[in-house]
């Protein structure tokens, strides 16, 4: 018997005193937090938490604040259509990991913002990019636009698509590892600045 | 201090030391390595300095949900009704990955696992792995594994690298270091780095955020080079394909994305039925575990993505015991399990050992039910020694998100280590105690005699005994011969120097009056 063989069989054996006749009790799931007038600004609020920097701008004024936060002389890396001007970045066509260690900061769009959890989630799209370009670089800049803010966990999942790969970012990359103490700056970029377009 | 303290408990290790950690083969039964790990006393800070921080996080973030109450019984009701019919969506999961472009592999126990992982290493000419912090690959020994086929298995995560790093033991489930402090970490970095890649810094000093800048540079060229990674996964998905990776530190990215090749090793209790049931998943998990609204991570991904990271999936099935936990009816349960670590925070008995005295990856409440059930009880004194580990008051149930009642399978665990030793050459002293206790209570006059050689006992230490609870009653202070074992860590209070059916004589039913004879 195959290895997936034995293992179904013993499954099957294991439940064969589950009573299939009763159907297991229903048990709703929770609804999350409605979403409520302050939605956006409980999500910036959540973000900072993290210690997450965290900027507001206008539509007109989103490319000046991306070049804001990007420091002088910053080597950037940009996907191929993030629809924003980014002066001197150098636009992802399948760099190398090394390439990317090479980049100090990434701007990118992004697919939802949670309020609650002071999250984003990106899903990869052409504005977003590949996963690694998010990833590599020590300063991610993050562009969101207040419509794409959800109240809470069930209205993000229920947004998103699992056939794409998704990636959700609560603050810069941290660890509790030592004495369980949060420390900011580990392997993912160690700063995340995340810009809301109002 | 100038050597990384070891633990008194693990077994030294021949070979090389900066390539893997122990192993927790021949570790003592529960109360022999307890006592041992009772004596050190930084031990015992650096434990309740951890298991304090993380207590308050959880209650703080808990609190800030109404529904938690209703969260709890959601997510125990999802993996409940997922594992009622665990074999159709395991073939829905395997459905779905290959649909998605990923390879799977189906695993009776771990020896296959490992089996299946070197061979994907080598079909790459991987002579090196990096790993996400994974408890499925730790529980099959896949690090040795791979190591004995010439493959390095480099750590990522920041506490499994200490471990690693110091040949040493996980002890907890999240923070596998979590017996170490900053001092110690500082001094394991700069003595060890340096023989598994770059070293650290000169200046290395133990401020949190310099050691996790360490990590991080030295980690760093081993995830621009690996080709191959090797994961665990949170949760899979069924009706999706979807793996799920819950994470912190950025080194699960690191893996999931960059190198070519991924091997995923998933224990079949992963499955989750619908993408919309990761949702009460990912609201209990982080804030049950590290005490955080959300972890600064999450990755799923369901197959190869063209275009966008690995280019070739693997995922393992592993069963490892699992299929036995499941027919067990009442133990079942500890398969909801979602290895947050809540239950070994909270645990009174795990903040004074440590994990390394349960002598298994999996610590704590949750590894004195999950190792006897997935193990099974009756074939060795460490496994049977487990259920034994808890003072029952609990704490545990309260805290976890997916409602395992702890106690209840430890009750029923203990006395399924009863019926297993009944028939051993050698009856233990408990059971010859019950033997007895079963003979003078089957009979009036014999129970008469037993409880006139107790109150002669009351009477003896009333006079001469030195010890005394509170409230002035007499007590056996520690026993010789087989009571030892009992009294070594209890007082055993002076029995009544009056029996019940001797006062009842007595005083005609307590009418004719008469001081008792019992307790003053």
Not at chain 2, 19 to 42: I, N
Not at chain 2, 155 to 175: C, K, M, R
Not at chain 2, 456 to 480: I, K, N, Q
Request: hydrophobic letters at 40%; a negative charge; glycine letters at 8%.
């Amino acid at each position: 018997m195959s290895a997936r063989e034995e293992i179904l069989a013993r499954v099957r054996a294991a439940l064969a005193n589950v009573d299939d006749s009763v159907a297991p009790e229903e048990v709703p799931v929770p609804a999350g937090r409605p979403a409520g007038d302050d939605l956006v600004d409980r999500f910036l609020e959540r973000v900072a938490d993290y210690r997450a920097v965290v900027k507001t701008c206008t539509a007109r004024g989103l490319a000046k604040a991306v070049r804001d936060a990007l420091p002088e002389g910053a080597r950037v890396v940009v996907p191929a259509r993030l629809g924003i001007d980014v002066p001197g970045a150098v636009v992802d066509d399948g760099l190398t990991a090394a390439d990317l260690d090479a980049c100090d900061a990434v701007v990118t769009a992004a697919r939802i913002g949670i309020a609650e959890t002071g999250t984003i989630v990106l899903d990869h799209g052409d504005d977003q990019g590949r996963r690694a370009i998010s990833l590599v670089p020590d300063l991610h800049v993050c562009v969101v636009r207040r419509d794409q803010v959800v109240a809470d966990v069930p209205d993000a999942v229920a947004l998103l698509d699992p056939a794409r790969p998704l990636t959700w970012i609560s603050g810069p990359s941290a660890t509790s590892d030592i004495e369980l103490d949060r420390v900011e700056g580990v392997h993912g970029p160690r700063t995340l600045h995340v810009l809301l377009v109002r | 201090m100038n050597t990384p303290r070891r633990s008194p408990l693990r077994s030294e290790r021949r070979g090389d030391p900066e390539k893997t950690s122990g192993t927790f083969v021949g570790m003592p039964a529960f109360p022999e390595a307890a006592s041992e790990a009772l004596l050190d006393p930084q031990l015992r800070h650096n434990l309740s300095h951890a298991t304090g921080t993380i207590r308050a996080k959880r209650s703080n973030v808990v609190a800030e949900l109404p529904e938690w109450e209703d969260l709890r019984l959601a997510g125990a009701a999802v993996k409940d009704a997922t594992l009622r019919s665990l074999d159709t969506h395991l073939l829905r999961l395997e459905e779905q990955l290959t649909a998605n472009g990923a390879t799977v592999h189906w695993a009776r126990d771990a020896a296959e696992a490992c089996a299946i992982v070197a061979e994907v290493a080598r079909s790459h000419g991987a002579d090196e792995v990096v790993k996400v912090k994974s408890m499925a690959t730790q529980e099959i020994g896949l690090n040795e594994a791979l190591e004995a086929e010439g493959i390095a298995a480099w750590e990522t995560d920041l506490a499994e690298l200490i471990v690693q790093l110091g040949d040493d033991l996980p002890s907890h489930i999240l923070v596998p270091a979590i017996h170490r402090n900053r001092a110690e970490i500082r001094e394991i970095f700069r003595t060890r780095m340096a023989a598994a890649g770059r070293p650290a810094p000169d200046d290395l000093t133990d401020d949190p955020a310099a050691l996790a800048g360490a990590a991080r540079a030295h980690l760093r060229e081993k995830f621009l080079r690996a080709k191959v990674a090797v994961s665990g996964a949170n949760f899979a998905v069924a009706e999706t394909g979807t793996l799920v990776v819950v994470e912190s530190e950025g080194n699960g990215r690191m893996c999931l994305t960059l190198p070519e090749v991924l091997v995923s090793v998933v224990g079949i209790e992963k499955v989750l039925p619908t993408w919309a049931s990761l949702d009460p998943m990912l609201r209990l998990l982080p804030r049950s575990s590290t005490g955080e609204r959300m972890n600064p991570y999450t990755s799923t991904w369901s197959g190869v993505t063209p275009g966008d990271g690995p280019r070739e999936v693997h995922v393992v099935l592993l069963d490892n015991g699992r299929t036995n936990a499941l027919a067990d009816q009442v133990g079942r349960q500890a398969l909801r399990c979602i290895r947050c670590s809540a239950c070994l925070n909270v645990c009174p008995v795990y903040e004074r050992t440590g994990g390394h005295a349960y002598g298994s990856v999996y610590p704590g409440p949750i590894g004195a039910i999950l190792n006897p059930l997935l193990k099974g009880v009756g074939n060795d004194p460490q496994t049977d020694s487990l259920p034994y580990a808890s003072s029952l008051c609990g704490a545990c149930f309260e805290v976890c998100p997916v409602r395992i009642d702890i106690p209840e399978v430890l009750v029923h665990l203990r006395s399924q280590v009863v019926d297993a030793h009944r028939g051993d050459r050698r009856p233990s002293g408990e059971s010859l105690a019950m033997k007895g206790a079963a003979y003078t209570f089957s009979d009036a006059r014999r129970l008469e005699r037993a409880e006139k050689a107790s109150s002669l006992a009351g009477r003896v230490l009333e006079r001469f005994g030195r010890t005394r609870l509170p409230g002035g009653r007499a007590a056996a202070g520690r026993l010789p011969g087989p009571g030892a074992a009992w009294t070594g860590a209890r007082d055993l209070p002076a029995p009544p120097r009056e029996s019940f059916r001797a006062w009842w004589r007595r005083t005609s039913g307590g009418t004719s009056g008469g001081r008792s004879g019992g307790t003053p």
